[in-house]
């Protein structure tokens, strides 16, 4: 197949890299004049979206998508699958999508979960919204990128899959760090802590599979002086998004809403710009009550 990839930054870099090993043409546009494996750079957006059967973004953001959007839908192939894998806010999303099918084209917003680590060993989750055509041309770079792709429904609703799992994340990462700060200050050791707490209803992925604290339970950031992973700066970007989508929607989401707060204050006014999401362990244990 031809492919056309927009936005070859640390996601979508090994992302084109591995459509391109499995064999698909690939040919890339980044601001930054990146060279990755494989891929064949463009000089333009337009040239990289020339002829291409499925044409993929991996953006910062809702508002360079929709300018890259107005660049390249006049120029790609009729019948052509739009698929959009940053995560953006829902209103540009379904925005684009619309832009995209008036031009007789084919659109999806299939963000993903996983990672860098995920785009690199091609095992992301993409939560797709859009079309059934769409999703059946693209299921076989989904197959290459990653491991598991669901159809969400309609446009805009890969998106809303993403900002939910990502509010829960965020709430539950915060609650799990909450819970290890009051248990240091009651004299319960951190390891009883983890293997109480990650059998029983306190359960999460937040403590299963990404521990806070280091060195209990499996290895995560923690373990590397809280080194993304997954920079809190980027769980402030999709907990600002819930609650955008919140607000469109009229959904109460308190608690949505305290963790968007304290990621804010993390991220702007302490010191957990760069810092993995997890070191809110750290920030509750230094301090006392609030
Ligand atoms: P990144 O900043 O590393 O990559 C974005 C790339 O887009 C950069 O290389 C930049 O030069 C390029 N770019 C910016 N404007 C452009 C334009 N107008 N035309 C062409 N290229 C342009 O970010 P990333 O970590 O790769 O994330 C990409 C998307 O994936 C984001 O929406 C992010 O929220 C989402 N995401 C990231 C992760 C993660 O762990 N990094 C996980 C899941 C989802």
Redesign the pocket.
């Known amino acids: 197949m031809k492919i056309g990839f ?8 090994p992302m084109a890299a591995n459509l391109a090993r499995a064999g698909h043409e690939v040919i890339g ?4 004049s ?1 060279v990755i494996d494989g891929v064949t750079p463009a000089n333009s ?1 337009t040239e990289a979206v020339e002829g291409a059967e499925v044409v993929i973004t ?4 809702g508002k ?1 998508l929709r ?2 959007a107005d660049e390249i839908v006049p120029a790609m192939k009729q019948g052509a699958v739009f698929l959009d ?4 806010d829902v209103d540009s999303a379904r925005a684009v999508a619309e832009q995209a099918l008036a031009a007789g084209l084919s659109a999806l917003d299939a ?6 680590g ?2 690199t060993d091609g095992t992301l989750t993409f939560m797709v919204g859009g079309d059934e055509a769409g999703f059946e041309t693209a299921k076989p770079l989904f197959d290459i990128m990653g491991r598991k792709a669901v159809h969400c429904g309609p446009s805009g609703n890969g998106q809303a899959a ?1 900002i939910c799992n990502n509010m829960i994340l965020g709430i539950t990462m915060i609650g799990t760090c909450e819970a290890f700060a009051l248990a240091d200050k009651l004299g319960l050791d951190r390891q009883a802590m983890f293997d109480v707490v990650s059998t029983s209803s306190g359960s999460s992925w937040s403590m299963n599979t990404y521990c806070p604290a280091p060195g209990v339970g499996p290895t995560s950031p923690a373990d590397n002086d809280y080194k ?4 809190a700066d ?1 769980m402030l ?2 907990l600002r998004l819930a609650m955008q989508a919140a607000e469109g929607a009229d959904a109460d989401t308190p608690l949505g809403a305290a963790a968007a707060d304290l990621y804010r204050r993390f991220v702007e006014e302490e010191d957990g710009a760069g810092r993995d999401f997890s070191a809110m362990l750290p920030r509750f244990a230094g301090r006392g009550r609030a």
Request: proline share 10%; hydrophobic share 40%; charged share 10%.
């Open positions: 927009i936005g070859l930054g640390n996601m979508g870099g546009f980044d601001t930054a990146v957006p991996m953006l910062p953001n360079i300018t890259v894998c940053s995560t953006v963000p993903v979960s996983g990672g860098v995920g785009a993403k993304p992973g997954f920079a980027l970007k999709d």
